[in-house]
């Protein structure tokens, strides 16, 4: 995969093999040269809304059971690297789950049987809070029924104006990243979708106007969170 990346960003047509605006050339022409590049922890370099309201860096400097969680409990799901843990270390990059790589096609089809024979285990008999967008949810879908199926709560975010709800995306990212911080730094422990839904209350009357969990009776579950 970095091979065909580095490939792809020194084409004359670069920026839109990826997908990007002419104005982020330059960071494009930098995935040439990605195996040599300075590096730091994903938590770092990853600095989109939902990062920041997540605060994950901080999390992991803190001690304690909130360091334990950001470095043993989240994944980031990356184009380039397939899976993260927030500790790893990675250099800046330029590329979408969205993009279709030549020699390599859709990222998220090319991902998605590495994924799945890592992930699947990982979430066994656990509870996956998933924050992804659409995108990168196609890279990987928890195994939810079977022997140690995972339970997984796909976040979904709505505004209210004027007693209407309606779908948002800027604001999606900020929230999502809001209650991951919150699952870092709370004092219980998310064993259990009920956990999960007493943890997205404690939320109501600060960050959200409500918060209601969705069981559709197969192992998926939707968690709803509204805000102003």
């Known amino acids: 995969m970095l091979d065909a990346l580095a490939a792809a960003s020194a084409r004359p047509d670069a920026v839109d093999v990826l997908g990007v605006s002419p104005g982020l050339e330059p960071e494009v022409r ?26 994950l860096a901080g999390a992991l400097a803190e001690s304690g059971e909130t360091a334990r969680r ?23 990059y330029r590329l979408s789950m969205g993009v279709t790589l030549p020699d390599v096609g859709r990222l998220a089809a090319a991902w998605r049987p590495h994924l799945a024979t890592v992930l699947d285990a990982r979430a066994a008999g656990d509870v996956v809070v998933d924050c992804r967008s659409a995108t990168y949810a196609a890279a990987w879908k928890p195994r939810t029924s079977g022997e140690d199926a995972a339970h997984h709560v796909a976040v979904r975010v709505l505004r209210e104006t004027g007693g209407r709800r309606s779908v948002v995306s800027h604001h999606a990212k900020h929230t999502r990243g809001v209650l991951t911080g919150h699952l870092l730094r709370r004092p219980g422990a998310v064993a259990s979708v009920d956990d999960l839904a007493k ?22 579950f939707t968690l709803e969170l509204v805000v102003a």
């Open 199 to 220: 943890a997205a209350d404690e939320l109501v009357g600060s960050a959200l106007l409500d918060a209601a969990l969705h069981d559709d009776g197969r192992g998926r």
């Open 30 to 55: 930098r995935n040439t040269a990605l195996r040599s590049a300075p590096a730091a922890p994903a938590a770092e370099v990853y600095t989109g809304v939902l990062f920041a309201a997540a605060d």
């Open 70 to 92: 950001a470095a043993d409990d989240v994944r980031v799901m990356s184009g380039l690297w397939g899976v993260l843990s927030p500790g790893d270390r990675v250099p800046a």
